[in-house]
């Protein structure tokens, strides 16, 4: 099991910097448990939402809302990295900024779009909170 290229070393490097981080997340707790202990990452991530503590699924924004409600920060600051549409729509409806890394070839319409998260400007979470 390997993460899409990027995602360990952003997961790290916002850590490391003292970037609060959660997890919001379609599968069911059980899968997200399992994908986190293979990575080893379960210690980087402050919040998890998962499919069982929502009643409604992406795009409706309740699961970044409550993920947001997890690590005590207000949407507004809040920056949702994703890969699918439905959650890019979720993101902007919990008005939450958003980057988009292209699934199958294909572009998110988010504030920050990227092909792959390992392209992604080493700045760019934070012009994402300064532009509000």
Not at 1 to 8: E, H, N, S
Not at 46 to 53: E, M, N, R, T
Not at 62 to 83: F, N, Q, T, W
Request: charged share 20%; aromatic share 4%.
């Amino acid at each position: 099991m390997q993460p899409l290229p990027g995602v360990a070393q952003w997961v790290h490097r916002l850590h490391e910097e003292g970037w609060l981080q959660a997890i919001a997340s379609s599968a069911p707790r059980p899968n997200i448990d399992v994908v986190l202990d293979a990575l080893g990452a379960a210690g980087f991530f402050q919040g998890i939402v998962s499919a069982d503590d929502v009643h409604r699924g992406k795009p409706d924004p309740e699961v970044y809302l409550s993920a947001a409600l997890r690590v005590g920060v207000s949407p507004a600051r809040c920056i949702v990295v994703e890969d699918a549409a439905a959650g890019i729509q979720g993101a902007r409806a919990a008005g939450m900024r958003s980057i988009g890394a292209e699934h199958n070839g294909k572009r998110l319409a988010a504030d920050v779009a990227v092909k792959s998260l390992d392209l992604l400007k080493a700045d760019a979470f934070e012009k994402l909170l300064s532009t509000r």
